[in-house]
Nanobody, 127 residues
Framework: QGRLVESGGTLVQSGGSLRLSCQASGFTLDYYAAAWFRQAPGRGHEAVSCITSNTGERIYTDAVKGRFTISRDNAKKTVYLHMENLKPEDTGLYYC????????????????????WGQGTQVTVSA
């Protein structure tokens, strides 16, 4: 049974940095595109960033461009989200997804229940 497990979320001050990890097991991550989403109280499910399985193409939502970087290490079966210059509005539950989809348009093809989805890791940014 395939699964994704996120880690790395914590409380951090505004302007700080974090790296989130998404560990895959039970399936071959190499073939899957991957994405990070977040959800904050009072706000909907938001796609933060996604990355292709093999071309390295990356897409970011406007709110995080220049501050967040998505990457993957298929040998470690892990997808990362490196976050810099964090802001209070970045607070939320961050979770990852993997699916056999293209990034067209953007990260919109990641739709539950298709693919694999993690349970999330909480990021809280204090002002």
């Amino acid at each position: 049974q395939g699964r994704l497990v996120e880690s790395g979320g914590t409380l951090v001050q505004s302007g700080g940095s974090l790296r989130l990890s998404c560990q895959a097991s039970g399936f071959t991550l190499d073939y899957y595109a991957a994405a990070w989403f977040r959800q904050a109280p009072g706000r909907g499910h938001e796609a933060v960033s996604c990355i292709t399985s093999n071309t390295g193409e990356r897409i970011y939502t406007d709110a995080v461009k220049g501050r967040f970087t998505i990457s993957r290490d298929n040998a470690k079966k892990t997808v990362y989200l490196h976050m810099e210059n964090l802001k209070p509005e970045d607070t939320g539950l961050y979770y990852c997804a993997a699916d056999l989809v293209g990034l067209d348009p953007g990260c919109s093809r990641f739709i539950r229940p298709s693919g694999y989805w993690g349970q999330g890791t909480q990021v809280t940014v204090s002002a």
